[in-house]
């Protein structure tokens, strides 16, 4: 269960590596891959896993998945973004996700923060007092 | 009218029109009861996170890459990718009089089958003991009713005194008697009208015990009549480990509830060994380090901050705690039994050769201590018990002495015989707390020789006698004795009318 280890060690020095202005630029992700491939590190298939789960946390941190149901303009979902810009400290990018499921409103997901105004939430609550 | 328009006014304002905020992340593993999250970047330690379908959970492991939730639980619905969210809450037990005479889990939930508790209040789980300033020092007796600790290991309240014994040496059983004497004096007492008396009220923690033992000692304070007085917390062994570990947590902060509001409480651990085995097992799943005997190396700090919180507070009330360990082959020195040692005001020490000999309660007061000591006892236990340990301890030097057959002295003779009648007097049956006004007619009966000439094997039965007649014919001299708290020229004239008076009646 545990990813303590060497395989996680490097696997967070790669990632450190790929950053460039505390964003991942996809340049350096490549030559990352490129030395993998190249040395093979002992449990390579570990370290990449892990690899992968921090670069899909770093990517998931500065992007706003905007779930909506309805229409919505799109300048809405730059209003959003420029927001959770302003909240967080960074540039967040907006990703629009139509999900109808919601009935109106919507659910904007960064990182690990949920921010939701939508029916369906509402109507959740609702039925936790039933 | 207007109180129910108010209260549905709450539950619309409840609905929260406005954008929700909430930290989530995301079950990668689940597996003996942990779930290990991604996410969740704004977790605090010990926070309630919260699992689909309501499953609850405790985040005990925040490491840089994930985060290991103790689940309180059924954990077989939960699988990976569900999602897990932050509560913002510690956890929280009901606590108040409401949970006097039911039976409630680690959570604080009933599970007797009498209905829902209606508690106004709710206590954390985990607290920091009260500090040095708000204490007060131990000085009010908490009777066990057992003769042979109230007159020579004496507990106060505020004290945590350790019951330490191999298995099925009468640790529990010292335990429950305290709980019954605890209900019939609250009972003498409050039907007493004395404005001054102050009722200890008993929380009984079973952690991993079989649901057949937490039955059987449900049923014999009840059949005592002690149950109104009681709260008991059930982990037992068929639980997960999780609600084995909170358990005593949780039952400190019912007794906390108790010392906070000017009232006195009394907590019983049964027993802290299973609990750090617990313990153990949780933390071994979170892969944390372990240590020595595979326990992790925080298993001290574990047992020393539920321990603190037992104390006696200036101006409130207290908490006093009994915690129960189990030895192994009678060694004290292990790891578990010298950590609890280590901070508990004293130790009562069952042997299980006392035992087999049939010295039951089997306490062996040479291990016995008691560091509150006579601070904690009353006038009249200290006149006639005062040199009791003393005497015990003359007569298990002699006794081994003696054992070589060599001829023995007069003197010594004498002090072995005494010796022997105060062994047989201490015995006393379970489940029969005695009060402290009957010990002290005992103990004086025994010190101004009232036994003297009994054979060795019917002094237990002439102490029960003697008390019995006390019972029943002397209960204004017992009032007496109970309301002085000490025994004067006058107090002690009685005493030796009443032995008089019935020495005739008892035949060897």
Known sequence: MSRHGKATELARTLFKLSLEDGR????????????????????????????????????????????????????AFEEIAEAMSRRYGRSIEPVPVPRPELIAGVRVRVGCDIFENSIFSQLGILRAFS | MSTVLEQIEQQIARLQAGTVRKNVGTIRTVADGVALC????????????????????????????????????DVSGLKEGDEAKTTGR??????????????????????????PIEAKEFYPVEKIAPGIVVRKSVSQPLFTGIMAIDSMIPIGRGQRELIIGDRGTGKTTIAIDTIINQARINRVGLA?????????????????????????????????GALEYTVIVAAPAADNPANQYLAPYSGASMGEWFMENGMDALIVYDDLSKHAVAYRQISLILKRPSGREAYPGDVFYLHSRLLERAARLDGKGSLTALPIIETLAGDV????????????????????????????????????????????????????????????????????????????????????????????????????PISIELQAATLWAMQNGFYDGIPMNKVAAAAASLREFFANRKDALLGKIRNKAALDAELEAELKQGCNEWKPTFSA
Request: charged content about 20%; overall charge neutral.
């Open chain 2, 38 to 73: 991604d996410g969740l970047s704004e977790v605090m330690y010990n926070e309630m996170v919260e699992f689909p379908g309501g499953t609850i959970g405790i985040a005990l492991n925040l490491t840089e890459d994930d985060v290991g939730c103790v689940v309180l639980g």
């Open chain 2, 90 to 115: 510690l956890l929280s037990v009901p606590v108040g009089k409401s949970l006097l005479g039911r039976a409630v889990d680690a959570l604080g939930n009933p599970v007797d089958a009498k209905g």
């Open chain 1, 24 to 75: 991942i630029s996809s340049e350096r992700v490549g030559a990352v891959l490129a030395w993998v491939e190249r040395h093979m590190p002992p449990r390579a298939t570990a370290v990449l896993r892990e690899y992968k789960r921090l670069v899909e946390e770093e990517i998931a941190r500065n992007r706003a998945v905007i779930e909506f149901a309805g229409d919505i303009s799109p300048s």
């Open chain 2, 333 to 432: 020195s292990a790891y578990i039994p010298t950590n609890v040692i280590s901070i508990t005001d004293g130790q009562i020490f069952l042997e299980t050769d006392l035992f087999n000999q049939g010295i039951r309660p089997a306490v062996s007061v040479g291990l016995s201590v008691s560091r509150v000591g006579s601070a904690a006892q009353v006038k009249a236990t200290k006149q006639v018990a005062g040199k009791l340990k003393g005497e015990l301890a003359q007569f298990r030097e002699l006794a081994a002495f003696a054992q070589f057959g060599s001829d023995l002295d007069a003197k010594t003779k004498n002090q072995l015989d005494r010796g022997a009648r105060i062994v047989e007097l201490f015995k006393q049956p379970a489940f029969n």
């Open chain 2, 192 to 224: 007493s009208g004395d404005p001054k008396f102050r009722p200890v009220y008993s929380i009984y923690v079973a952690v991993g015990q079989k649901n057949s033992n937490i039955v059987r000692t449900m049923s014999a304070l009840e059949a005592a």
